[in-house]
């Protein structure tokens, strides 16, 4: 299916990889479970800082993910430096850095009512996200409409997010899945989780408990951008409590309550 992403193609994987150093990692990675490869592709790993974060989409991913490249030596231009990241050939170190007790591992997690609000507007009023187009087809059967920033559009969207994870929670789009799946939290022993909501003061501490001397503000770049976004929509009482159901076992891991 078009709007499902990480899912297993095999074929496609044995043909590609004499092409693609991407199908070459995810051909000899497909050993790994499901979780694994997924957590895999989102890891970025500094092996001289044995610092380790799991990308979390619509979480300051991309802020967190070249700051991850800047510790290593590289930039959001350059790619990691002497960090590593899918699909790097060093990938079974990364998946060994999963469960090494001498890596500090990290993500970040964000408001489940403000994720799925973020995750509407970005990929379906303002559609600024590149993976929009993978969802035009199937818009029909719940009526979902894009630049329509309505609340009873944003109902039709919880329509269709409960509709993609009912046809694969695990694989489909990574702005709409559970970031309990994006960061492999059932399987990853995390040393500390961040908050999009206090991010600056959460990255501080973390970078502190791992002993990264060389970490700074500046390294982040980052302006906090807690609550919902910027003119969207305030989801109603009964489009909270759907999202407290959807999300409910991100609650569970990331520390927010419902309510």
């Given at each position: 299916?078009?709007?499902?992403?990480?899912?297993?193609?095999?074929?496609?994987?044995?043909?590609?990889?004499?092409?693609?150093?991407?199908?070459?990692?995810?051909?000899?990675?497909?050993?790994?479970?499901?979780?694994?490869?997924?957590?895999l592709r989102r890891a970025v790993y500094v092996p001289k800082l044995n610092l380790l974060y799991v990308i979390n989409a619509k979480a300051a991913s991309s802020?967190?993910?070249?700051?991850?490249?800047?510790?290593?030596?590289?930039?959001?231009?350059?790619?990691?430096?002497?960090?590593?990241?899918?699909?790097?050939?060093?990938?079974?170190e990364v998946a060994?850095?999963?469960?090494?007790?001498?890596?500090?591992?990290?993500?970040?997690?964000?408001?489940?009512?403000?994720?799925?609000?973020?995750?509407?507007?970005?990929?379906?009023?303002?559609?600024?996200?590149?993976?929009?187009?993978?969802?035009?087809?199937?818009?029909?059967?719940t009526g979902?409409?894009?630049?329509?920033?309505?609340?009873?559009?944003?109902?039709?969207?919880?329509d269709y997010v409960e509709e993609v994870q009912a046809e694969s929670e695990?694989?489909?789009?990574?702005?709409?899945?559970?970031?309990?799946h994006n960061t492999g939290a059932r399987h990853v022993s995390y040393d500390r989780i961040g908050h999009y909501e206090t991010l600056v003061d959460d990255m501080r501490s973390i970078m502190a408990e791992a002993v990264v001397a060389a970490y700074t503000d500046a390294t982040l770049g980052w302006v906090n951008?807690?609550?919902l976004t910027a003119g969207a929509i305030e989801p109603t009482p009964a489009q909270i409590r759907r999202i407290e159901?959807?999300?409910?076992?991100?609650?569970?891991?990331f520390g927010y309550a419902p309510g």
């Open positions: 299916m078009l709007r499902l992403v990480d899912q297993r193609r095999p074929i496609t994987w044995a043909t590609m990889r004499f092409f693609s150093q991407r199908y070459r990692t995810t051909y000899e990675a497909r050993g790994l479970d499901d979780w694994e490869r997924i957590v802020s967190l993910r070249d700051m991850m490249f800047t510790l290593g030596g590289g930039s959001r231009e350059s790619g990691p430096g002497e960090g590593l990241y899918f699909p790097t050939r060093r990938w079974r060994a850095a999963l469960r090494d007790p001498g890596v500090f591992r990290f993500t970040v997690g964000r408001h489940p009512v403000s994720r799925a609000v973020s995750a509407f507007q970005n990929l379906f009023v303002d559609r600024k996200n590149g993976f929009n187009w993978r969802h035009g087809i199937y818009l029909r059967r979902l409409n894009y630049g329509d920033a309505t609340s009873a559009n944003f109902d039709r969207f919880l695990l694989f489909c789009d990574a702005h709409l899945r559970l970031q309990t951008r807690s609550g159901t959807i999300y409910a076992e991100d609650y569970q891991h």
